[in-house]
C-alpha cells in the first residue's frame, strides 16, 4: 500500500476534499463525482500545448532525422543480436 507525508496528504484533501484513505476505498467513478461536484462542473482531459501525442503528427520530420525506425529497419538491427 501507498505511504505519502503528511504534506502530500494536506494537498490532496485541499484540492479534492477527501481524505487519502478515503479515496484508496472509492471507485475512480465515485471519486470523479465527488470531484465534479466540488468543482461545479464536469471534468475533462485538456492537454498541453507540449504534449508528446502533439509531437506524434511530425512524424515525417523524425524519420528524416533517423529517431523512428521502421520494421525492416529493426528487423536488421535485431538480427545483429
Do not use: C
Amino acid at each position: 500500500m501507498y505511504q505519502l507525508n503528511d504534506r502530500s496528504k494536506a494537498s490532496i484533501l485541499k484540492r479534492t476534499g477527501l481524505t487519502f484513505e478515503q479515496i484508496q476505498s472509492m471507485s475512480l467513478e465515485e471519486i470523479e463525482r465527488h470531484i465534479e461536484k466540488k468543482i461545479g462542473r464536469k471534468l475533462e482531459l485538456k492537454m498541453p500545448k507540449n504534449h508528446y501525442l502533439q509531437t506524434t503528427v511530425r512524424g515525417p520530420v523524425w524519420l528524416f532525422l533517423n529517431r523512428i525506425n521502421n520494421f525492416k529497419k529493426e528487423s536488421k538491427i535485431l538480427s545483429k543480436i
